[in-house]
């Protein structure tokens, strides 16, 4: 739906695009949909355990759509981690709570709630408009020459790597992946502090 | 768990016009406890013929993906944080098959943290090195490698060694962590008792082989 609208905007504006990018496909569009409706299950679930596991679903639906908008990096991550790690985690600290039985399957809706995330939908759905087709070659953030056809095109030979985002992360801004990784490793400490243990198994 | 509380009550008179139709509540007991923990920092574990061989048979393909993916990172997707973190989900799947507790006595403590501190002492020294040397944290080609690139090697080291290491024992720590919950002389004292008389093992270990 964003695509075609922005693939409309750009066709509108003249510029030619490869077709085979700018339309949405059966296979995108039943995961755009299976996302949407993922992510209303979560929010709409009256039951926690049945949020976690909608919520790994919703996940692993944005983790195909990355790979069909070719951020296959994106997807390795979000499925790993978001699909897959956290609702682990999420599951093992429910187990820890009581349950609380529910007669309804939904929350009722907070109706002004659901106003605001409309209002703000609504407000970033005019944006598309502007924004450039999936894939456009003429995209601002692929056509410059100074950034990122720059590191695609010089990427091997600076660094010997064939995945620029890898190599991006790694040496590009190494400095910042140091303090992820330094985060991840605080965040085990974090978890024995707060839980009090002593030791992780 | 039949004490439902009070507001809990009046939510279920509000939600009753859409309540779609007459499902029956489950009986308590099944739906109470529902990964299986119990006080006694332990999981009630069932074994499964099914899971037990499906995570046999899976898991060794599974971490041979996540090195694949870490030492791989170089030439196609991927990458140390990706990679670590499918190594990692192979222990959750061993832990799930053959129990957390089971597989906590398998894991030994020091084998955790020794990945998760010695990826970072490892990230750290190949960014300090550099430095050492007059160069930039982490400018790969000041590092002393005799006859491999420094650069291409250098990334590696630090996506393998450094990351994957760090990922991978950070969130198998925080599994098992996780699964414990608090130290027994900490606060749940009170979830110890309530938890105490609910549900049968055999439950338990139906919903635990119902989670992934």
Redesign the interface.
Known sequence: MIAATAASAVAAAGVSITPTVAQVTPIEASLLVFVVVTALATALARDV?AAVIVF?AYSLGMAALYVFYRA??V???EA??SA??T???L??????T?????????E?VDYPAAAAAGLLFVGLAFTTADIPAVGSPDAPVWSNPDVTQWYLSETYA??????T???V???FR??D??GE??V??A??IA??IV???E??? | MSDASEPDERRETIDAEDHVEGTSPPSPTSRSDRLGTTPQQGTPYTESQVIMSTVKFVSPFALTYGLFVTFHGGGSPGGGFQGGAIAAAVVFMIAFAFGIDATRRWLANAVVVGLAVGGALVFATIGLVPVALGGAFLQYDLLPVPVLDPVKYGMEAVEILGIATIVSGVLTGLFFVLARGFNRDGLDASAVSRHANDGTDADRGAHERGEP
Do not use: C, W, Y
């Open positions: 355990l790994g296959p990096d997807a390795l991550t790993a981690i897959g790690v609702t682990v985690l599951l093992l600290t429910l187990a820890k009581t349950r609380i039985e529910h007669e309804a399957a939904f009722s600076v660094t010997g790597v064939e995945n985002v890898m190599a992360l790694a040496a190494g400095f992946t140091f990784a330094v991840v490793f965040a085990g978890a024995l839980l009090r243990q030791v992780f198994t």
